[in-house]
């Protein structure tokens, strides 16, 4: 069945494109791949052909988790005895209809909705990101792919509440309407679902995830005036700066050398101490022991650093009332 989304107008003017899909029950990653093809100029107008008649669907321009082939061009299903195609070198998760559509023409997508110009180096940052964010999730659960040890047994469901599973939701029940003009309809549905929920993210990575990596950089690449050993960084407004921090020891070499980060949180100022990973609670040098768990003047008297506020019983932040002040206690915590 066709699901005709072209105005007469653009019929008119020129060739109608058609992407093709299978018909039938329908999955979040062929809703996705469909999606992100009709935010590229090209296939922007282009009608959708679900069904399963080989001629039909060969009759498409660009065809999507059905037919068996792989070609990068026109091909792109992912169900082949012998496909064994990711992301990346550095991915291990096999692509589903999504991943396969984003390889080819993620760059391009997110160059149009964010207007980075293809030679921008931020491009191929946010090429990666978004595809371990998201596109990599939807490729696993397609592929039956567990992102957990199969010996790990889930304390509970999740599975309406993930994208997959409101889009299986979808599909008509076992004892509703499920003729292909039904189907059909409730494709249009997933498909826009999974795609809003995609062109937020780029969106999101684009406008606040790339500025404040820019900002973490920036911070980073100045802290030897804080600490002659760069053990310290401080970020003179508040952003988002543990996600980043990690990868950028990585990319420039200097993993599990920065111990605090000074920030304000727009009361007054914080020195955290930085975790040993970005999901452990145990940090690479907590706040000194006995400082933890004193408040303001007893905490100004054990320090010696006017303005204290607290320090946390764990050590992993503590608080004071100037930039200054929090400064002062990163770098004395430093000779403990």
Not at 136 to 157: H, K, V
Not at 179 to 184: C, E, K, P, Q, T
Request: glycine fraction near 8%; charge should be negative.
């Amino acid at each position: 069945m066709t699901i005709d989304q072209t105005s007469p107008d653009a019929k008119r003017q020129k060739k109608e494109m058609k992407i093709g899909t299978h018909s039938g029950t329908f999955h979040a990653d062929e809703a996705l791949a469909v999606f992100m093809l009709k935010l590229l100029p090209k296939y922007k107008d282009s009608v959708v052909v679900r069904s399963r008649t080989p001629e039909i669907l060969e009759a498409c321009d660009i065809i999507v988790d059905v037919q068996g082939q792989y070609d990068g061009v026109k091909h792109f299903d992912h169900h082949q005895r012998d496909f064994s195609e990711t992301f990346s070198p550095s991915f291990k998760t096999k692509l589903s209809s999504a991943g396969l559509i984003y390889k080819h023409f993620g760059k391009e997508i997110i160059s149009s909705q964010l207007d980075i110009k293809h030679e921008d180096s931020n491009l191929a940052i946010l090429y990666d990101k978004i595809y371990s964010a998201m596109i990599e999730a939807i490729d696993g659960n397609d592929n039956g792919q567990s992102a957990y040890p199969d010996d790990i047994e889930p304390a509970y469901s999740t599975s309406a509440i993930t994208l997959p599973g409101m889009v299986a939701a979808l599909n008509p029940a076992w004892n509703e309407n499920s003729d292909d003009a039904y189907l059909d309809v409730q494709f249009g549905k997933a498909s826009k679902l999974m795609g809003g929920v995609f062109v937020d993210l780029v969106k999101y990575y684009g406008r606040a995830w790339l500025p404040a990596r820019d900002l973490v950089k920036g911070a980073i690449e100045t802290r030897n005036q804080y600490d002659p050993d760069g053990r310290i960084v401080v970020f003179d407004q508040f952003v988002s700066w543990k996600g980043h921090l990690f990868d950028l020891e990585e990319e420039l070499n200097i993993t599990g050398q920065i111990y605090y980060i000074v920030y304000s949180d727009g009361k007054g100022w914080r020195v955290q101490a930085v975790p040993v990973d970005p999901h452990s609670f145990k940090s690479r040098k907590p706040l000194p022991e006995p400082w933890r768990g004193v408040r303001d003047q007893a905490l100004s008297d054990l320090t010696g650093i006017d303005g204290g506020i607290f320090v946390h019983a764990s050590g992993f932040i503590g608080g004071n009332q100037s930039r200054e002040g929090a400064l002062l206690m990163a770098q004395k915590a430093l000779t403990f």
